[in-house]
């Protein structure tokens, strides 16, 4: 045997040029990753996994809790100030966007060591036509963002209770 025939970057055989990790963790986890964006491509709006890399892997958890009388949407932003923090309530729901900066800096027995870390993300909320948007209020305390926006006295009469029938 030829040792040129050992050399897979020689060889005519396209599937030994792809790259490769070398680490197994980070095989496992982009393959994971192209598995799951592959399965989500089915749904519209559906999260896109890529996204959550540019966002530096953070992307707020969000609640939203309706009553008759408002709708309440409460974000958890650890680490963020409100002016880090920017709100946008349009027509169609709300948007909250933001940048989480962090950076650290340590220097001890002769080492230096420097690390900073960024992400800008952005969740749209769809909210209900019903609602008196410029009315909304909005409360950051502790890392965790509370918007109430009342509802139009109106939004409560069109509501209609269902009874189930039990066959």
């Not at 490769?20 to 496992?28: C, D």
């Not at 989500?40 to 959550?52: E, H, I, K, V």
């Not at 709300?94 to 962090?102: D, S, V, Y």
């Not at 800008?120 to 109430?148: M, N, Q, T, W």
Request: net charge negative; charged share 40%; hydrophobic share 35%.
């Amino acid at each position: 045997m030829a040792l040129k025939n050992l050399i897979p970057w020689k060889k005519k055989d396209e599937s030994l040029a792809v790259r490769r990790p070398e680490n197994p963790v980070e095989a496992l986890r982009s393959e994971v990753d192209r598995l799951f964006e592959g399965a989500l491509s089915l749904w519209p709006n559906a999260f896109d996994f890529a996204d959550r890399r540019l966002t530096g892997g953070f992307l707020p958890e969000v609640d939203l809790t309706e009553t008759d009388q408002e709708v309440k949407v409460t974000a958890e932003l650890p680490g963020l100030d409100e002016k880090d923090l920017e709100l946008n309530i349009e027509e169609g729901g709300l948007t909250i966007r933001g940048e989480k900066r962090q950076e650290r800096e340590e220097e001890r027995k002769g080492t230096y060591f420097s690390e900073r870390s960024y992400g800008a993300f952005h969740r749209y909320i769809p909210l209900p036509e019903d609602l008196l948007r410029d009315k909304a209020e909005a409360k950051f305390r502790k890392g965790v963002l509370e918007v109430s926006i009342p509802k139009a006295p109106e939004a409560a009469s069109k509501r209609k209770a269902l009874t189930i029938k039990v066959e």
